[in-house]
């Protein structure tokens, strides 16, 4: 597989590696993927009492773009407001990266993790969650036929 | 030492310096074609197959009227499965394999049941070997073929050959045999394996690529109808120009092959279970993929749980090495032999293959080693699946979200 120097970099240097406590209060957990698939990504958010993103960290198990995908979005996410980090698009990680499409899955990994994060932060505070936890958990085609997803990826 | 070090032996071999050597006046001065019968250039160029013939014949037991050159294993593999379906069609339709065979094999089988043949594609268990007692229970009166392979080329697992040509033998069914991974490596017999059809391939041992043949058997005879049609060369199996120097150079790595074998394999072999055991000994969850007792000496399959396969290439990208990781192919499936053998998609996806042979020193498995065992142990303290397993947790039990 032939990567972007993007992608290299991420996997070679890796940011935010790590774990946050998951009893926190102000920590969401997301874990999304399977191992039977070979990808699986734990991204965890720690947010202030401002509802912003003042740390975040991943583990991934999976190909390098996998791994770099986690790590560029753990960057991203820093310093966002949730509602903000809920912007971050499945497209934009990919474009940054240069996935080839046969990756493209990994970026919609990373997206998910994001929501699934978010959606673990807003359940333990007690807050309506932004996004309904059945668009994250749903495998892709569904995903696809509901339109969460474009067709392709 | 030199990096990258190689260990893909599996999908191709360097070519021996004294192979090279015999090769290069077939370039040169002795250029003729051998189907010249005219004149001197024609003459030596033919003289130069015959002999090359008798050399391949001698490391399976063959006689040089029975060696047909090919442009490698693939095209032999057709031959041999496509060309003797159809030569015995009127006799039965029913053709028997194993799901873990290369897919020359494999697709072949596919295209002749989509002509109307019945295919029965053997399992294999845990260790990757056919049991020879499911090939026999397989057998139907109708039964015109068995294909088995003799070292399969992901896991190196031998099957058991001699056991199965018996079977085979006793109901007069012909017995074709993938042997490319293993001649030249292990001994081969196809008198004392009663094989009937065998591919060869020199580039998977220290020959040059682009050359090849099926070993077809004379008493008693198999018939074959051939796949490729033109000037009726090599007894009207396979037409077209023999490529003469590499024919000259696959005779001199049957030779070498011959000659070093028995040193070689204790050597390659010593060095596979160092490897082996300098990975496991310092590394939790290595699990060797297949028969460790039945296997290619230098062959090792190993699965780094928690690990995904292409992720571990990256990061030991000074070592050739491959995965049957779904992620290295654009199938997006791990590899169907690990599969068939009961694997389980997760370990599959941590697979690496090392295909160790002549040329591999004890200094790279030193250094392939300690490469290993720290990168996994890096890129297990990235695997959110291996912090799981310290925590207690049985990944068996986690509903997992999106399986796609």
Same mark, same amino acid.
């Given at each position: 597989m032939s990567y972007s120097n993007k992608v290299i970099d991420h996997y070679e240097n890796?940011?935010?590696v790590g774990s946050l406590d998951?009893?926190?209060?102000?920590v969401g957990t997301g874990l999304v993927g399977a191992p039977a698939c070979g990808d699986v990504m734990k991204l965890q958010i720690k947010v202030n009492d401002q509802g912003v993103i003042e740390d975040a960290k991943f583990k991934t198990f999976g190909c390098g773009s996998a791994i770099a995908s986690s790590s560029l979005v753990t960057e991203w996410v820093k310093g966002r407001t949730v509602e903000e980090a809920l912007t971050i698009k499945n497209t934009d990680v990919a474009q940054e990266l240069n996935l080839p499409p046969v990756k493209i899955h990994c970026s919609v990994l990373a997206e998910d993790a994001i929501k699934a994060a978010i959606a673990d932060y807003q359940k333990k505070r007690g807050i309506a969650p932004t996004v309904k936890a059945d668009t994250i958990k749903g495998d892709r085609r569904e995903l696809v036929s509901k339109g969460v997803l474009k067709a392709g990826l | 030492m030199k990096i990258p070090i190689y260990m893909d032996y599996h999908a191709t071999t360097p070519v021996d310096p004294r192979v090279l050597d015999a090769m290069l006046p077939y370039f040169r001065e002795?250029?003729?074609? &051998?189907?010249?019968?005219?004149?001197a250039f024609g003459w030596r160029a033919e003289e130069a197959v015959e002999a090359a013939r008798a050399e391949i014949g001698k490391l399976i037991g063959?006689? &040089?009227?029975e060696i047909v050159f090919t442009s490698g294993a693939t095209e032999s593999d057709n031959l041999a499965v496509k060309g003797a379906a159809h030569f015995y069609r009127e006799k039965g339709r029913h053709l028997i394999t194993c799901r873990t065979e290369h897919k020359a094999v494999l697709d072949s089988m596919h295209r002749l049941e989509r002509e109307g043949f019945e295919v029965t594609f053997l399992p294999v268990g845990k260790d990757g070997r056919v049991d020879p007692d499911d090939l026999r229970k397989a057998v139907?009166?109708?039964?015109v073929l068995v294909s088995l392979m003799h070292?399969?080329?992901?896991?190196g697992v031998l099957h058991p050959i001699e056991e199965v040509g018996k079977i085979t033998r006793e109901k007069g069914i012909a017995f074709h045999c993938d042997a490319v991974q293993s001649v030249g490596k292990l001994p081969f017999d196809v008198e004392k394996m009663n094989v009937d059809l065998v591919s060869l391939s020199a580039h998977k041992m220290y020959g040059p690529k682009g050359v090849g043949a099926l070993y077809v058997r004379r008493k008693p005879r198999v018939r074959l109808i051939a796949e490729q049609d033109g000037g009726g060369h090599e007894r009207g199996f396979r037409s077209g120009t023999l490529n003469v120097p590499s024919i000259v150079g696959f005779a001199k790595a049957c030779e070498l092959g011959r000659a070093e074998m028995d040193e070689e394999a204790s050597r390659v072999g010593a060095l596979r279970e160092k490897l082996r055991r300098g990975i496991q000994e310092r590394l939790d969850q290595i699990i060797v993929n297949g028969s460790l007792e039945h296997r290619l000496p230098g062959n090792l399959n190993l699965s780094f749980a928690y690990v995904e396969g292409e992720a571990l290439m990256m990061a030991v990208k000074d070592v050739a090495v491959s995965s049957g990781? &779904?992620?290295?192919? &654009?199938?997006?499936?791990?590899s169907y032999v690990l599969k068939a053998m009961g694997v389980g998609d997760d370990m599959a996806h941590s697979s690496i293959r090392f295909g160790l042979g002549r040329f591999t020193t004890e200094e790279e498995v030193d250094y392939v080693i300690e490469l290993f065992v720290a990168k996994v142990k890096k890129l297990r303290e990235m695997s959110p699946l291996y912090e799981m397993v310290k925590e207690g947790v049985d990944l068996a039990e986690v509903e997992w979200a999106n399986p796609h």
């Open positions: 890796p940011r935010n998951k009893a926190d209060p102000d | 002795d250029f003729g074609n &051998a189907a010249s019968k005219s004149h063959a006689s &040089a009227k139907r009166p109708d039964t070292a399969n080329n992901e896991v990781s &779904a992620c290295t192919s &654009a199938s997006l499936e791990p």
